[in-house]
């Protein structure tokens, strides 16, 4: 099955090119974690009892805080993965720890992002309302059906995304038409990434509650880990489909 493949191939690509991926993203997530002390958005998760979190969530300026440490962490991952879809589609290699902040790439790449975002709202508005309608448990089956139907259909269109990276023009029609013969691929991609998602997130969970720090670093580095990897079976994807690369 060519989902197993696409997946397969991209953690090939992670782990044989770890060192350039670390300078991708080295930064970036230094970055991140500074911004997130500084700012202070991790204070209200160390918080022991509900009304501290309150108490802190009621602070004055959190909420406007925790809105510019979003956007900032938005724009930190855009800047990895653009790179990261340039370096593999292109072969453009990070020549220092400081890789290219690519403006034009990385607002394209966001802007397709809210047309995308836009589109499955779209897309599951009438679903919800019918569920509303409905209710009792068909609901949950429809709701089932529709959430699988909408990612397949998302994931047909996601090609703009690694095209936006690379300044390829690429209509969201182009990019469905590519990918006519993936729903079955789509379905076990998306299904190999949320078993490998639990299970790295069940062993980060139990080494923390052993040691709680060793426990918050793997968590961190598996979190970064299996984002990379979902770029690279995205660009892997794009590659197949729409340039038709072969899968070796």
Not at 57 to 68: C, H, I, K, M, Y
Not at 142 to 162: H, K, N, W
Not at 168 to 180: D, G, M, N, Y
Request: hydrophobic share 60%; with cysteine; glycine share 8%.
């Amino acid at each position: 099955m060519k989902g197993f493949t696409i997946y397969m191939h991209a953690v090939r690509m992670v782990l044989g090119n770890w060192q350039q991926a670390l300078r991708f993203a080295a930064l970036p997530m230094a970055i991140g974690i500074i911004a997130a002390l500084f700012l202070d958005t991790t204070a209200i998760f160390a918080s022991p009892s509900p009304e501290q979190m309150l108490e802190q969530a009621n602070s004055p300026g959190f909420f406007a805080r925790q809105l510019v440490f979003v956007f900032l962490l938005v724009f930190l991952s855009l800047w990895v993965t653009v790179n990261w879809h340039r370096y593999v589609l292109m072969e453009e290699y990070p020549n220092s720890w400081l890789p290219e902040f690519r403006t034009a790439q990385v607002l394209s790449y966001f802007g397709k992002c809210i047309q995308m975002a836009l589109l499955a709202f779209a897309c599951m508005l009438p679903v919800m309302l019918l569920i509303g309608v409905l209710g009792g448990g068909l609901s949950v089956f429809l709701m089932f059906g529709a959430v699988l139907l909408m990612s397949v259909g998302m994931y047909r269109v996601i090609s703009v995304l690694p095209a936006a990276a690379i300044g390829k023009p690429l209509t969201f029609h182009e990019a469905w038409i590519s990918t006519k013969d993936a729903n079955l691929d789509i379905i076990a991609i998306l299904f190999i990434s949320f078993v490998v998602q639990l299970i790295i997130q069940a062993i980060a969970s139990l080494i923390g509650l052993a040691i709680p720090l060793l426990g918050v670093v793997i968590g961190l580095i598996a979190s970064a880990v299996l984002a990379l990897i979902g770029v690279s079976v995205l660009t892997t994807f794009f590659g197949h489909y729409v340039e038709g690369r072969d899968l070796d």
